[in-house]
């Protein structure tokens, strides 16, 4: 649940503009006895793509005769432009 926790407020912290702290060195966290001090990775990228699944409409222009034979294909606009810009962007 570290994680979560972790991953939902960092997001949150790049959508307001905000920087997300530079993580404790484990060094210097003590901890006192019966206690446990563990690593918690979270890769900001990966966390979005799984967990914020928003959609959000944008607006795209093109050429009258490509829609026309795309429509007519029976292809799926929203489904091409995210393959587009993750390749675009190099996200698997």
């Known amino acids: 649940m570290a994680r979560d926790a972790i991953g939902l407020v960092g997001i949150d912290m790049e959508d307001f ?3 997300v702290p530079e993580p404790s060195s484990f060094d210097h966290i003590a901890v006192k006895e019966g206690e446990l001090k563990l690593m918690v990775d979270v890769d900001f990228r990966k966390y979005r793509r799984e967990h914020d699944t928003r959609a959000v409409r944008k607006n795209c222009t093109i050429p009258f ?5 795309a429509c007519k294909a029976g292809l799926n606009f929203s489904a091409i432009l995210q393959e587009a810009l993750k390749k675009q962007l ?3």
Do not use: K, R, T
């Not at 005769?65 to 034979?69: H, I, K, R």
């Open 17 to 19: 503009g905000e920087s």
């Open 65 to 69: 005769w490509l829609n026309e034979a």
């Open 90 to 92: 190099g996200i698997e």
